[in-house]
């Protein structure tokens, strides 16, 4: 039978990592920029946010070394290794989530297509997360991920004009494919899902960045869109992008989404502003809720929720129970900014509606541990052909 606990298989992972490895990574974690790249660039009142996370990371490393003695760990000879610096913090976190949690890889809320996608997300967060690298060849095809880069990097062009194109969407600014676009590969499945889709509702596409998942979703459908984009920088190339794209029927707001409205504080970082629950910085932005700004724009539908908004995604749709419960709309969901995203929001989702089929669907063949999202829906809806 097999053993689906996210815990035990970190154990599995670190018992065939060399016992240097484990050590370098205790000893160097505090000079380590890739690890601690907030405490280098944002001081808040001689208490860093790194500090703060480093404090978290004692604890991690106190917590490996009681989980596995040096004698058992064995070097394996594979020198082929994946070093994804862009994904440590989020891997870092889903590590602390599981050593706090135990978890289970929650394979039985997923369609059984999913099971294996789901053990690999795990075991590449784990990797990235506990020791830093690990080999491809345990996850990814080589072959496979050269033939894909070339492709999407062969899609990238710029127009006798002088917008950049990418897939078909054409931006006022340079378009990267490893850089927040992984949606314009895949269309969010939307070639397979859209007609579980109802035609009449709004869509919500929280966190719209530049615009690429509106232009998917004026592809596929006729509703009305609304995009929340709170970075001012983003919100005027997605602004520009919408006319570039002749999208129409959308609208743009500046409020990000969360469980409360209000001001909060935010780590600006272009493709991923990040909410900073218990710090105070001079970046602020409205938020609102989903239930709140249905009333105040006398909304009467929503046909579908988009959100990516670097680990936010929770609070936003405990924000926007009232309607989901209401509309019962698809839900397509990053899921890969840390463990309480992918163990918990699956289970919330599901406390809005038994009804909701979930997917857990790869945006990106070629980043393992990032750029995953959920997908939820209702089968055989009215409205939706």
Known sequence: MRNNNSYDLLIEILKHEHESRIDKLANGIIEN????????KYEYSGTTFGNRY???MSGIINKIDKSISSKTIEKEEDSDEFWYVDGEIMSLNFLIYILQHKPDIPLEIYDSKDSQTLINYVRSKLYIGAVRVFPKSRILDSMEFNKLNSEYQSNINISKEGYWESYGFKSVVLLDLLNGLSSLVSDYYLDEFHNHIEKQGYIFDIGSFIGDSAYIFRKYLPNPILCFEPDSINRKVLQQNIILNNINNISVTEEGVSNKSGEISVM????????????????KIKITTIDEISKQKDIPKISLIKMDIEGEEYNALLGGEEMIRKDKPMLIISLYHGGKDFFEIPKLIRSFSAEYKFRFLQLDKRLPASEFVLLAYIENRKGAN
């Not at 920029?33 to 280098?40: Q, T, V």
Request: charged fraction near 30%; hydrophobic fraction near 35%; proline fraction near 7%.
């Open 33 to 40: 920029p890739f690890i601690n790249p907030y405490k280098i």
């Open 54 to 56: 480093l404090r978290k």
């Open 268 to 283: 600006m970082s272009g493709a991923a502003t990040k909410v900073l629950d218990d710090i105070e910085t001079d970046n």
